[in-house]
Every structure is written in structure tokens, then in C-alpha cells.
């Protein structure tokens, strides 16, 4: 676990000192920084994650690169979904709130379009992977 923080810790520090870009695994990527409270320590975190764009819409992706099990950050969204992400150099208010049905499954595969490797993902795990969409508020 704390080798996934430090690689964290790293990820962070130079999307913010690259106006949210960040080189390494993921170059070129679109790169989000979610913020999320845990559900049981109530400890403040920050994620980074790779996500989608659509017009004004965000969505991340709960893949865990196919693991069994949701990312711990999803668990915490859900229990605190009022939150805030950073994009670019710009930092949102916003609510994570999860994608289900029909829906899910075309913003998915539309990420496995232009991500091709959300796909394997999918294909390594029995569960449904959870689209959270952040909603500015007011939206």
C-alpha cells in the first residue's frame, strides 16, 4: 500500500506542477485528481485517476484494473459523495453519483473506445465496473 501512495504521491505532484498533465504510464492521458474523505477513517485523499470528458460531463471509472473488489476511493465517494476534483488547473465543486443501467454501459464502452485497456479490465472481473459521473452543482 505504501508503494501505491508514493506512485500516487509522485502522479499528484506533477499533475499540479504541469497543469494537469503528468508523463510516465500516463502520458497523453486525461488525468483527473478526485478528492474523497474515507468512508471509515475520515481521513481527507486524493485519488488520481484517468478519465473521460464529455462536453461538461466527467466520469471515472471504478475498474481497479479489473480487480475483484471496488477501489477503496469509490467506497468513500459513495459514502461521501460531495467532493471536489482537480482538472487541468482548475479545482470543482462537485457530487459523485454512480452511472447504472443502459447508460453505464454506453459511457463504458466509450471509454474502452478511446482507452482500449478499460476493456480488459472489464473482462478480468465478474463485477460490473461502476461508472461515477461528477456533477457540478447547479448542473
Request: proline share 6%; charged share 25%.
Amino acid at each position: 500500500m505504501a508503494e501505491l501512495n508514493d506512485f500516487n504521491e509522485k502522479i499528484i505532484a506533477e499533475f499540479r506542477e504541469n497543469g494537469g498533465k503528468v508523463g510516465g504510464p500516463f502520458e497523453g492521458k486525461p488525468m483527473i485528481l478526485v478528492h474523497h474523505v474515507g468512508a471509515k477513517s475520515g481521513k481527507e485523499r486524493v485519488t488520481p485517476l484517468v478519465y473521460l470528458r464529455e462536453g461538461d460531463r466527467l466520469f471515472v471509472f471504478a475498474s481497479k484494473a479489473g480487480a475483484d473488489v471496488q477501489p477503496a476511493w469509490y467506497h468513500n465517494l459513495m459514502a461521501h459523495p460531495k467532493t471536489k476534483v482537480e482538472v487541468g488547473t482548475e479545482t470543482l465543486d462537485v457530487v459523485a453519483r454512480t452511472i447504472t443501467g443502459p447508460e453505464r454501459d454506453e459511457i463504458y464502452a466509450r471509454q474502452c473506445a478511446v482507452a482500449p485497456q478499460f476493456a480488459d479490465y472489464q473482462r478480468k472481473t465478474t463485477r460490473v465496473i461502476p461508472v461515477v459521473e461528477f456533477v457540478r452543482p447547479g448542473s
